[in-house]
C-alpha cells in the first residue's frame, strides 16, 4: 500500500547577470550669449548632439510680501489668559450648576422614601386586617383582652 515515490529533480541552471555599460555623457558645448541681453529664441545642445530651441522664459518674480506689524509676546500671553480664564469660569459655572442639580435630585430621592415609608407605616397602624397581640378594646361590648407574659 505504502509504495515509495521518487521524485525527478531537473538540473539547476544559474544565471549570471549581465552588466550594464553606463551611457557616455559629453558636457553640453556653452552658447554664446550677448552680455544683458537674453534672445527671444534660446538653443540648447543636448548631450547626444541633437539641439532643442525655445522661447526663453523670464522667471516669475514674487509679489512684494507687505509688512505685518509684529505682535508682541505679552499680548499673546494676555489674550491666552484671558481666553483661559473664561473657560475656567464656564466650567466652575458648569460645576456648580451639576451640583445644584444632584442636590435637587438626592433631596426629592429623600423625600420619595420618606413619603413611601410613611405610607407603609400608615398602612401597618391602619390596617384592619386581624391584630397580632396587643390589647385589644370593643367599647361597645366592653371586652377587654389583654396580652400575658410569661416568662
Not at 76 to 101: E, K, P, Q
Amino acid at each position: 500500500m505504502n509504495e515509495p515515490t521518487t521524485h525527478r529533480t531537473s538540473p539547476l541552471v544559474v544565471h549570471e547577470p549581465t552588466p550594464i555599460t553606463p551611457a557616455t555623457v559629453h558636457p553640453a558645448p556653452l552658447v554664446p550669449v550677448q552680455p544683458g541681453h537674453v534672445p527671444a529664441v534660446a538653443s540648447v545642445v543636448l548631450p547626444d548632439g541633437r539641439v532643442v530651441t525655445g522661447y526663453a522664459i523670464e522667471p516669475a518674480k514674487p509679489e512684494p510680501v507687505a509688512v505685518k506689524p509684529v505682535v508682541s509676546r505679552a499680548a499673546v500671553n494676555v489674550a491666552l489668559g484671558g481666553v483661559g480664564f473664561l473657560a475656567v469660569c464656564g466650567g466652575l459655572l458648569l460645576l456648580t450648576s451639576f451640583i445644584a442639580a444632584l442636590t435637587a435630585f438626592v433631596t426629592q430621592l429623600i423625600t420619595l422614601a420618606a413619603v413611601i415609608f410613611g405610607g407603609w407605616i400608615a398602612v401597618q397602624v391602619f390596617s384592619a386586617s386581624g391584630h397580632q397581640g396587643g390589647t385589644t378594646v370593643n367599647i361597645r361590648k366592653a371586652v377587654f383582652k389583654r396580652n400575658h407574659f410569661h416568662g
